[in-house]
């Protein structure tokens, strides 16, 4: 494990949840890259980095955390892979869906890269239905007739 990397991989996750952009794209190299699986999109360089958090952080009021049994691993001195949990309430209009102030747990996995001592870019896949249900949307209307369904 890069002792650097991982101290600045804690100062990353300080100011993403203090909301701090300013500290959150300072841990971020000018030529970073994020994708989101589950919505498609993905942002380039600091500005799609502010565009990425302004759009989560005015979507949800979120706190990233590992939970219980979630892993994290150093696939290489250069890539850490992590489980980790965003926990928050639905504050702003997600998907065309307005703020229903629901409470959500959202687990997610999270690949990082890195060049020059920052963060190059992040990976990150989640299960958007899950999401969307905890926020008041029904995205795949026939597994609420499934069975051993709370």
Same mark, same amino acid.
Request: with cysteine; hydrophobic share 45%; net charge negative.
């Given at each position: 494990m890069?002792?650097?990397?991982?101290?600045?991989? =804690? =100062?990353?996750?300080?100011?993403?949840?203090?909301?701090?952009?300013?500290?959150t794209?300072?841990t971020?190299? /000018?030529?970073? =890259?994020?994708?989101?699986?589950?919505?498609?999109?993905?942002?380039?360089?600091?500005?799609?980095?502010?565009?990425?958090?302004?759009?989560?952080?005015?979507? @949800?009021?979120?706190?990233?955390?590992? %939970?219980?049994?979630?892993?994290?691993?150093?696939?290489a001195?250069?890539?850490? *892979?992590?489980?980790?949990?965003?926990? %928050? $309430?639905?504050v702003? $209009?997600?998907?065309?869906?307005?703020p229903?102030?629901?409470?959500?747990?959202?687990? @997610?996995?999270?690949?990082?890269?890195?060049?020059?001592?920052?963060?190059?870019?992040e990976? @990150?896949?989640y299960?958007?239905?899950?999401?969307?249900?905890?926020? %008041?949307?029904d995205? *795949? /209307?026939a597994?609420? %007739?499934?069975?051993?369904?709370?």
């Amino acid at each position: 494990m890069n002792a650097d990397l991982a101290a600045l991989i =804690r =100062r990353h996750l300080q100011a993403e949840n203090a909301h701090d952009l300013a500290g959150t794209l300072a841990t971020l190299h /000018p030529e970073c =890259r994020f994708a989101d699986f589950a919505t498609g999109q993905s942002w380039s360089g600091h500005e799609g980095a502010a565009a990425h958090y302004r759009q989560w952080w005015t979507c @949800f009021d979120v706190e990233v955390r590992r %939970g219980a049994g979630q892993q994290a691993y150093w696939a290489a001195d250069d890539v850490y *892979i992590a489980e980790a949990t965003w926990h %928050g $309430r639905h504050v702003g $209009r997600f998907l065309g869906i307005e703020p229903s102030g629901r409470a959500i747990v959202q687990p @997610f996995v999270v690949f990082l890269s890195f060049r020059d001592g920052l963060m190059a870019g992040e990976r @990150f896949h989640y299960d958007l239905a899950s999401l969307l249900r905890q926020i %008041g949307a029904d995205p *795949i /209307p026939a597994l609420a %007739g499934l069975d051993h369904r709370p």
